[in-house]
């Protein structure tokens, strides 16, 4: 069935069985204290605000049957998926793959690189580990969508310029018709939120469409 909600720049229309939910990087490295986010200076408690948000956009994908893709920013313990380009870039004192308080820096398997508890994948979602700022570039997830024949993303996660935005363009070039739910994303920058939202709805769409949490649950 199709549902319609108020979005910008108009109306998105939706099937819930052809819709995936994608949840760009929650975890515990971007969002609490000690993690990678916080070592490059900045105030994790802007990310960390938007955690019940998320939980209650996963409560109604869940109830609502749509497919669930988390994604975790992460590499191998050998640091073979992580380019020195990327590694040397931010402070010098604490890189990726260091030693940090939650375990090694956005290495996968470490404490900090797990998806915060409360919004933990729920079995049989997916998990897509990436390497990457964009949720496609080296992953499976663009076979895993096409797979259940989903055509319509929904995003929500952090940050919203980084690996939010990056993702939703590379899905946009994909073919995919993607919405961003503005109070389910956050930045360490809110300067940078905004301008990403208007980026992203400019020209028609030109990325896709923005809505508030609430034009889903208004439409119930
Ligand atoms: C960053 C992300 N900001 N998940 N990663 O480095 O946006």
Redesign the pocket.
Known sequence: MTVEIAAQPGPFAFDASHTALIV??MQRD?IEPGG??ESLGNDVSLLAAIVPAVAELLALARTDGWTIVHTR?SHAPDLSDCPPAKRLRGTPRMRIGDPGPMGRILVRGEPGNAIVDALAPAAGEIVIDKPG?GAFYVTTLDDELRAREITHLVFA???TE???QSSMREANDRGYTCLLVEDATASYFPAFKQASLEMIRSQGGIVGWTAPLAAFTMER
């Open positions: 760009i990087d971007f990678f986010g920013e700022k996660g952090v940050t980084v690996c939010v």
